[in-house]
């Protein structure tokens, strides 16, 4: 079991930066296969980055070329590096946890608000 508490949300202008973690406790990271999601009024909770435990990265196109998702497994910590904000990033955004064997499972945090103004 794995709890995730994400931090590093808040109000930014379009074209700046901002940098999520998510701490885990509870468990390490490096048993999951990590992700973040957003979700935004009205619309459904949608994958923006993930990183497998082996390292490998992948993204939302809506994303690419402006997100970095890292993890460090000593600091038990998973980032999302945003840059070139815009509005339409505006959301929650929710670290995931996903545990592959025995099956598949997920844990969540609370969520972090990302505010991009114009």
């Known amino acids: 079991q794995v709890q995730l508490a994400e931090s590093g949300g808040g109000f930014v202008q379009a074209g700046g930066s901002l940098r999520l973690s998510c701490a885990a406790s509870g468990s390490t990271v490096s048993f999951y296969d990590m992700g973040w999601y957003r979700q935004a009024p009205g619309k459904q909770r949608e994958l923006v980055a993930e990183?497998?435990?082996?390292?490998?990265?992948s993204y939302a196109d809506s994303v690419k070329g402006r997100f970095t998702i890292s993890r460090d497994n000593a600091k038990n910590t998973v980032y999302l590096q945003m840059n070139n904000l815009k509005p339409e990033d505006t959301a929650v955004y929710y670290c995931n946890a996903r545990a592959t064997w025995p099956r598949t499972r997920d844990y969540w945090g609370q969520g972090t608000q990302v505010t991009v103004s114009s």
């Open positions: 990183i497998t435990r082996g390292g490998t990265t």
